[in-house]
């Protein structure tokens, strides 16, 4: 799914008056205590399959304990929409409230909420990515849900900001691999025919 944002009349009236506090720092993000991926490469390379992102693209994910998928979403940054924390934020918690329900119920999250963000230029820190952090981590708290990783999508390949880990494929011009590269599982032992009829045959005596 695709969606544009921007900002309604009442959302204009509460929002704060200063952006400054609404970007994070790569400093700041990294003592956040942000929770690894244990395979970084699948979740991109799974998220870029579903959803096909180009530039000015975000994919907000839901996995469960076990880095499994339940729930993403994409939608496109309007350029008319400053890079600000809370207008992300709003777009992201709109996003996860249209495809999954709330965990505030539970005392300790278990779910995690990742972002991929695809975008021209290199793969250095931004102040876009600044917004996108915060807003990310104040979605995660207003829905309930673990604030994960912040993966930039550019012309250089992928990487988890604070993490230090990328690769080249994908990247925001590459085309996705098909579903069944890309999901299928190693093809089972073939098993039957006369060939096998040998082998077990001559494993028997």
Same mark, same amino acid.
């Given at each position: 799914?695709?969606?544009?944002?921007?900002?309604?009349?009442?959302?204009?009236?509460?929002?704060?008056? +200063?952006?400054?506090? !609404?970007?994070?720092? *790569? #400093?700041?993000?990294?003592?956040?205590?942000?929770? @690894? %991926?244990?395979?970084? $490469?699948?979740?991109?390379?799974?998220?870029?399959?579903?959803?096909?992102?180009?530039?000015?693209?975000?994919?907000?994910?839901?996995?469960?304990?076990?880095?499994?998928?339940?729930?993403?979403? +994409?939608?496109?940054? !309007?350029?008319?929409? *400053? #890079?600000?924390?809370?207008?992300?934020?709003?777009? @992201? %918690?709109?996003?996860? $409230?249209?495809?999954?329900?709330?965990?505030?119920?539970?005392?300790?999250?278990?779910?995690?909420?990742?972002?991929?963000?695809?975008?021209?230029?290199?793969?250095?820190?931004?102040?876009?990515?600044?917004?996108?952090?915060?807003?990310?981590?104040? #979605?995660?708290?207003?829905?309930?849900?673990?604030?994960?990783?912040?993966?930039?999508?550019?012309?250089?390949?992928?990487?988890?900001?604070?993490?230090?880990?990328?690769?080249?494929?994908?990247?925001?011009?590459?085309?996705?691999?098909?579903?069944?590269?890309?999901?299928?599982?190693?093809?089972?032992?073939?098993?039957?025919?006369?060939?096998?009829?040998?082998?077990?045959?001559?494993?028997?005596?």
């Amino acid at each position: 799914m695709t969606f544009g944002f921007a900002s309604s009349p009442a959302a204009s009236l509460s929002t704060p008056t +200063s952006s400054a506090s !609404r970007v994070l720092e *790569p #400093a700041e993000w990294a003592a956040a205590g942000i929770p @690894l %991926l244990r395979n970084p $490469r699948e979740v991109v390379s799974g998220l870029h399959v579903r959803h096909r992102p180009r530039p000015s693209t975000a994919v907000v994910a839901v996995l469960d304990p076990d880095e499994r998928l339940c729930a993403s979403a +994409s939608f496109t940054r !309007r350029s008319a929409v *400053p #890079a600000d924390g809370w207008m992300f934020r709003n777009a @992201l %918690l709109s996003q996860l $409230r249209r495809v999954i329900p709330h965990d505030l119920r539970r005392r300790t999250p278990v779910r995690t909420a990742v972002l991929l963000y695809c975008r021209e230029g290199d793969a250095r820190w931004t102040e876009e990515d600044g917004a996108w952090m915060w807003g990310l981590r104040d #979605a995660c708290t207003l829905h309930g849900l673990r604030c994960g990783a912040y993966i930039t999508l550019t012309h250089d390949g992928w990487q988890v900001l604070g993490e230090g880990r990328g690769g080249r494929r994908p990247n925001a011009h590459s085309e996705p691999e098909p579903f069944a590269t890309a999901d299928a599982p190693p093809p089972a032992p073939r098993t039957g025919g006369p060939v096998s009829e040998v082998l077990r045959r001559a494993a028997a005596r």
